[in-house]
């Protein structure tokens, strides 16, 4: 039983598309995260909900919208998709705030934008 | 604001040499964590350690151990015997506040047979 669920894995579509990622976590954690991860590898975080409350927007742009139905669901929206959004995005959870809490991470998912 | 540098982009050694992967942070905060997290070929990451900046004691998990030096504001990282299967992007990560982790740039670290 996977503990934090990203749909899709891949995903390519062409710029000015709008697509969505969708994340499950089964853990009863209270906190989950996107975090995206460009080319060189770098991990940036760019949303955070605790318990369907926005706490942290990581100046991403409008465009990106995060939306949390209820606490075990964190689905990520993308509109316009330009080039530069070329990732793979991460979705995690952790019980409580990350500053103390261990995060576990879905497998990804990698988008590539045409 | 919190800052993790891994100095070290790139590292490649032989089967079972050890190998020590260097992270270094700076922060304000007198209460803070620190992890390592580690990324397969496979891509997902997966939790490694956490430590809290008031236990300084060095941690050994079988051929896995980590330095946490406050003096010099670093938290290290030892394989010792490393193995093919350790090949991996290895993360350092330092807490900003109560809710969010800041990320090294990670190290990608090879082990050649």
């Known amino acids: 039983d996977t503990a934090v669920s990203q749909t899709p894995k891949y995903l390519v579509t062409q710029m000015g598309n709008d697509k969505s990622i969708k994340c499950e976590q089964n853990l009863g954690h209270d906190t989950m995260y996107w975090y995206k991860q460009d080319s060189k590898k770098f991990l940036k975080i760019m949303f955070s909900?605790?318990?369907?409350?926005?706490?942290i927007n990581e100046t991403v742009p409008n465009r990106f919208s995060p939306k949390s139905p209820d606490k075990a669901h964190l689905n990520l929206h993308i509109n316009s998709l330009e080039l530069g959004d070329s990732a793979v995005y991460f979705c995690?959870?952790?019980?409580?705030?990350?500053?103390?809490?261990?995060?576990?991470f879905g497998a990804g998912s990698r988008l590539t934008v045409l | 604001a919190q800052k993790v540098t891994q100095a070290q982009t790139e590292i490649s050694v032989v089967e079972k040499e050890d190998v020590t992967l260097d992270c270094v942070y700076e922060t304000r905060d007198t209460t803070y964590y620190l992890f390592w997290y580690k990324q397969p070929p496979s891509g997902e990451l997966v939790f490694l350690i956490r430590?809290?900046?008031?236990?300084?004691q060095n941690e050994i998990s079988g051929r896995y151990s980590w330095n946490f030096q406050k003096s010099t504001s670093s938290f290290n990282f030892t394989i010792t015997a490393s193995q093919v299967v350790d090949s991996a992007v290895y993360f350092c990560?330092?807490?900003?506040?109560?809710?969010?982790?800041?990320f090294g740039q990670g190290t990608r670290l090879t082990i050649n047979p």
């Open positions: 909900y605790n318990n369907k409350e926005l706490i």
């Open positions: 430590r809290n900046s008031f236990d300084e």
């Open positions: 995690a959870s952790s019980l409580a705030g990350a500053g103390a809490n261990v995060l576990t």
């Open positions: 990560a330092l807490s900003e506040g109560a809710q969010k982790l800041v």
